[in-house]
């Protein structure tokens, strides 16, 4: 009995000891398993993983491209911004020490609140940024007792700047923070939050050219973040500086011109199409982007009903008025409807259709013929035109000056404007054309719009005998020849007489254009006066005139000088300004006596 309880014991022992071998030895296979997947399968995985713990890239901003007029002067650079930012774990509560920093700068309540939500945002050893855009006085002030903040640094870093503030505002545009609509635009470029992108204008529309690429700094970091210390470094690569074609003093003299008006100047070299000057006011300070508005300033910015965000140079659309009968009297030469000495007869008004059209004149111009009621700029005479050519003849010879058409000019939010035709009007009002809008059309009404860009370019063509040139603001390579957007194929004869007349509106003795004639050269030219709305009039035919300043007349003026060998073509519109000849026309003309003064000391000087 004893010897089979102790066969029995011997069994089970023997059975246990197999049982934890067989265990143990799995579990063994199962470390084995476990350390062959983590050091060899997965070993290169981890190997890189605990390698980027160690080492943090950050990146290094590049300068934006600088950006300068034709003759190389500074529209757009970068300038040091200082910023004063401290490390929470070495410098104690933040509260506390924005106390200090109070009593060495100004900080307001809304700065001090922002930096304390931000320190409640972010761990204690990575930079809190407290103060940016410091003034020299500031730098100094702080630099003299930097040793009683611990913690406390000045860091430089580079800032947009636009030395000229309003200055080409619409023109150079502004920057903002990335969006997400903004990276689909750039699907190539690897965006961050709180990056800078150009919003409008040169910043917008040469961003790839402009923002060049960034640099990297590798940083050793310990397990929690913290660096330790710089391992290596790319420096950034500045972007490309751009050299515009405009002309800083031509820009100075058309925002001067405009004064506290509303409206847009653009003065085009009709030998190129290059921009050389481009105005829309009211404008605004593109620095204040970079700054920040507070909210009452940018509630007031957006809110104002002259509109400063908007560059009415190619987004404004206004009714040319009268301008728009250099288009109608090219047509008219050309079909052979009308010969340049044939005299019709303006009363002071036309009736049609039991409709009467009034001509600028209440008495009337008389017998004219077309240099006569191009100078004196007789509505009825270009009624009596219009009747003859027919809306789809005078919308074929606008068609060829660049009207209802993008110029193609690198900003955005170009606008077409609005050339009328029968098939137009069906397409996007679904009614038929009327005889009576043909008469309208011709003096630059009823459905006409035109940007005051396509109204320098269309003078600009007329100027340089009939190539309408792609508007440009950047200056080509030398040797690149300008962009033609259309031959226009006038007949240098029609060409010939509409120049002369046009001569006539600035320099002959009844010419609508004399408060338009330049100090030092002949000039070509046209205004306009385009109705806001529709004006009542006394039976006698004269108009009632309203008070209200938003419903009174936008005046314009095309002109080009010198008349013999044109250099220069400009538009002005000035919204709500009444008569083109009374307000436009001196617009111009001060922006041609400055130009040409300088042309004048220029050639003088170089004569010495």
């Not at 920093?101 to 939500?117: A, M, P, W």
């Not at 004196?376 to 058409?405: N, P, W």
Request: some cysteine; hydrophobic content about 40%; aromatic content about 6%.
């Amino acid at each position: 009995m004893l010897e089979d309880d102790h066969e029995r014991f011997r069994v089970d022992a023997r059975r246990r000891v197999l049982t934890l071998g067989v265990g143990a030895a799995g579990l063994f296979a199962v470390l084995i398993g476990r350390l062959f997947n983590l050091q060899v399968l997965r070993g290169g995985a981890y190997r890189d993983l605990a390698e980027n713990n160690r080492i943090s890239l950050q990146p290094l901003p590049a300068p934006r491209g600088r950006v300068f007029d034709r003759f190389e002067r500074m529209l757009v650079e970068n300038s040091p911004n200082y910023r004063l930012v401290a490390i929470p774990e070495i410098s104690g509560p933040v509260s506390e020490l924005v106390g200090r920093i109070r009593q060495i700068t100004e900080l307001s309540d809304e700065q001090i609140e922002q930096v304390l939500k931000q320190a409640k945002r972010q761990r204690a050893f990575l930079p809190l940024k407290i103060k940016s855009h410091l003034s020299w006085s500031e730098l100094s002030r702080i630099e003299t007792r930097i040793h009683e903040l611990p913690g406390v640094e000045i860091q430089a870093q580079a800032r947009r700047h636009y030395p000229h503030g309003a200055l080409l505002a619409h023109v150079l545009g502004y920057l903002g923070e990335v969006t997400e609509r903004d990276r689909k635009r750039f699907p190539n470029f690897r965006y961050r939050a709180g990056d800078l992108i150009g919003k409008t204008g040169i910043e917008r529309a040469f961003e790839t050219q402009l923002r060049g690429h960034e640099g990297v700094r590798e940083m050793e970091v310990n397990a929690i973040g913290r660096r330790v210390r710089e391992l290596a470094r790319r420096e950034p690569d500045q972007g490309r500086d751009l050299t515009l074609t405009i002309d800083l003093d031509l820009q100075r003299d058309a925002e001067a011109a405009l004064g506290e008006n509303s409206g847009a100047v653009v003065a085009l070299d009709p030998r190129n199409g290059e921009v050389l000057a481009m105005a829309s006011s009211p404008s605004y300070d593109p620095n204040r982007f970079i700054e920040g508005f507070r909210s009452d300033e940018w509630r007031e910015l957006i809110t104002d009903p002259f509109r400063p965000l908007s560059n009415k140079a190619v987004q404004g659309r206004y009714p040319p008025g009268s301008t728009f009968k250099i288009v109608v009297a090219l047509a008219a030469l050309e079909s052979g409807k009308i010969s340049p000495h044939e005299k019709l007869f303006c009363g002071g008004h036309l009736t049609r259709h039991d409709h009467r059209f009034h001509c600028w004149r209440r008495g009337g111009h008389g017998s004219v013929n077309l240099k006569q009621a191009m100078a004196q700029s007789c509505d009825v005479y270009f009624y009596r035109v219009a009747e003859k050519l027919g809306i789809d003849t005078i919308h074929d010879m606008a068609d060829r000056l660049g009207f209802g058409r993008q110029s193609g000019i690198a900003l955005g939010g170009e606008r077409r404007g609005i050339n009328p035709s029968r098939e137009w009007k069906k397409a996007n009002l679904g009614k038929i054309w009327f005889p009576g809008e043909t008469l309208i059309s011709a003096i630059g009404q009823g459905y006409n719009l035109a940007t005051p860009l396509q109204l320098a370019n269309m003078m600009a063509a007329v100027a340089n005998g009939g190539v309408l040139y792609k508007p440009t603001l950047v200056r080509p390579a030398r040797g690149r020849e300008p962009q033609v957007l259309r031959h226009t194929r006038l007949r240098p004869e029609d060409l010939a007489f509409v120049k002369e007349a046009l001569e006539e509106v600035v320099h002959g003795a009844r010419g609508t254009a004399h408060n338009g004639r330049p100090e030092l050269v002949r000039a070509g030219g046209k205004t306009g006066t385009s109705q806001v709305v529709r004006h009542k009039r006394e039976a006698s035919g004269k108009i009632i005139k309203d008070d209200d300043p938003t419903l009174r007349d936008h005046a314009l003026y095309v002109s080009y000088a010198p008349a013999d060998d044109p250099v220069l073509a400009i538009a002005a519109v000035v919204e709500h300004g009444g008569g083109g000849g009374s307000v436009a026309a001196p617009v111009v003309k001060q922006v041609m006596d400055g130009h040409f003064a300088r042309r004048k000391q220029w050639w003088e000087r170089r004569a010495l």
